[in-house]
């Protein structure tokens, strides 16, 4: 039996209060800031019926990109580059660093509990970009160099077909699965032999609307993974481990 750690980084909503008068609403021309509330969502559904940990981001996106390293130059997206360099150190300090520490010690622990970790981030993408429809539902995005990944999302690509034939899945796409990321931070840390890290990337035209079929695509890919990492499922009623760092 493997172990499965769950993380959803996109979803929060959460402003440090030390930062909250530095937060201008915007204009009603202006689009609101996006809160990955589907990813969060389907996040926190898999990890409840797999009965595994699961780490939560409960701080707005917009603030910190906590995906990204510090030396990133998009690491504060352009909502937030209006901060001084005081508040931007306090997000690096209150948001970014601990949330990072807080996901390695959880793979830790996973890896000394059953010797291996399989991490699953998630997140949602827009339908179209520049104009241009993304054609597929969900975007399993690994590293091609190590072995172990490519034969994981294989086999999972064939297991979701078999439970929810409706999905379609393509593998590194949106993007590959080497850009830089929360995976890819982790697969620094952690050698080939102990940690899988595979993105998870939800297409929104499906993910955000609250309907039957969703939770009927979402719960299939939940028993695929089951199937994938040997763990039975938990009852329904089962509310998983959260780490929802402060």
């Known amino acids: 039996m493997m172990t499965v750690l769950i993380s959803c980084e996109t979803g929060g909503t959460r402003v440090p209060s030390w930062l909250i008068d530095s937060i201008t609403p915007p204009q009603e021309s202006e689009p609101k800031p996006f809160v990955d509330q589907p990813a969060r969502y389907a996040a926190t559904r898999i990890a409840g019926f797999l009965g595994c940990a699961i780490h939560l981001n409960p701080y707005a996106s917009e603030l910190i990109d906590v995906t990204r390293s510090v030396r990133h130059r998009n690491v504060f997206p352009s909502t937030a580059r209006k901060f001084n360099e005081t508040q931007r150190q306090g997000l690096i300090a209150e948001v970014h660093q601990p949330y990072?520490?807080?996901?390695?010690?959880?793979?830790?622990?996973?890896?000394?509990?059953?010797?291996?970790?399989?991490?699953?981030?998630?997140?949602?993408?827009?339908?179209?970009?520049?104009?241009?429809?993304?054609?597929?539902?969900?975007?399993?995005?690994?590293?091609?160099?190590?072995?172990?990944?490519?034969?994981?999302?294989?086999?999972?690509?064939?297991?979701?077909?078999?439970?929810?034939?409706?999905?379609?899945?393509?593998?590194?796409?949106?993007?590959?699965?080497?850009?830089?990321?929360?995976?890819?931070?982790?697969?620094?840390?952690?050698?080939?032999?102990?940690?899988?890290?595979?993105?998870?990337?939800?297409?929104?035209?499906?993910?955000?609307?609250?309907?039957?079929?969703?939770?009927?695509?979402?719960?299939?890919?939940?028993?695929?993974?089951?199937?994938?990492?040997?763990?039975?499922?938990?009852?329904?009623?089962?509310?998983?481990?959260?780490?929802?760092?402060?």
Not at 170 to 179: A, D, E, F, L
Not at 207 to 221: C, K, N, T, Y
Request: with cysteine; charged share 30%.
């Open 100 to 246: 990072r520490q807080e996901l390695k010690r959880g793979l830790h622990q996973a890896i000394n509990l059953s010797g291996y970790v399989i991490h699953v981030s998630m997140r949602s993408f827009a339908l179209r970009k520049d104009g241009k429809l993304r054609r597929t539902d969900v975007g399993l995005l690994y590293d091609p160099s190590r072995t172990d990944e490519v034969d994981f999302s294989l086999d999972w690509i064939d297991e979701m077909y078999e439970e929810v034939p409706m999905v379609r899945v393509r593998r590194n796409y949106p993007r590959r699965g080497t850009t830089e990321s929360i995976v890819t931070a982790m697969r620094s840390e952690f050698s080939a032999e102990q940690y899988i890290g595979i993105e998870v990337l939800l297409n929104r035209a499906w993910v955000g609307r609250p309907l039957l079929r969703r939770d009927e695509a979402i719960d299939g890919m939940c028993r695929s993974l089951a199937l994938m990492a040997e763990v039975d499922l938990a009852p329904q009623s089962f509310v998983p481990e959260t780490r929802d760092v402060a």
